[in-house]
């Protein structure tokens, strides 16, 4: 790892899990984290292990549909954004997600490149590839806060 950029293996769905976990354990409230690749790349499954190893119990579906889920752990709240679904950067806008983004939350986004343009700076960028029954991840860091959160990774 250069600071910059993590590129790792993930055979299956238990090491998914597993590395969403110790990836939730250096994440600060403020992040944006954009989660890229093909559909059944498994982002859903990545995010869903992050917010478990930031807290959360109980079902935890994908909001395809809903286009958000939002989630409480304490005083930290956990947004979960899928942009597959929206045709233009003005739904977003009218759907008021831009406060979202604050300094006192972390938001996950599914398909940002759909939001590019309207999205803050991405802190960390999640690419899964599909690869056999598991997958390839890179990760890379988008800001200063991202290279800082991939450093602390680094040390896990």
């Not at 299956?12 to 059944?40: F, R």
């Not at 499954?45 to 889920?69: M, N």
């Not at 802190?123 to 860091?141: F, K, M, Q």
Request: one cysteine or more; charged letters at 20%; proline letters at 5%.
């Amino acid at each position: 790892m250069d600071g910059s950029t993590l590129r790792t293996k993930l055979p299956d769905q238990g090491a998914t899990e597993t590395w969403g976990g110790e990836l939730a354990a250096v994440l600060n409230p403020g992040l944006v984290i954009g989660l890229k690749g093909p559909l059944g790349a498994g982002k859903t499954t990545l995010v869903r292990a992050l917010l478990r190893g930031l807290g959360v119990t109980g079902h935890i579906k994908s909001p395809t549909y809903a286009l958000l889920e939002i989630y409480e752990v304490s005083r930290l709240y956990l947004y979960h954004f899928d942009f597959y679904r929206i045709n233009g950067v003005y739904e977003l806008d009218d759907a008021g997600f831009g406060e979202y983004f604050n300094a006192h939350s972390l938001c996950f986004v599914e398909w940002p490149e759909r939001a590019l343009g309207w999205l803050p700076p991405v802190d960390l960028w999640l690419e899964l590839e599909p690869v056999g029954g598991g997958r390839h991840l890179t990760v890379s860091a988008g800001t200063v806060e991202g290279v800082a959160c991939l450093e602390r990774l680094q040390k896990v």
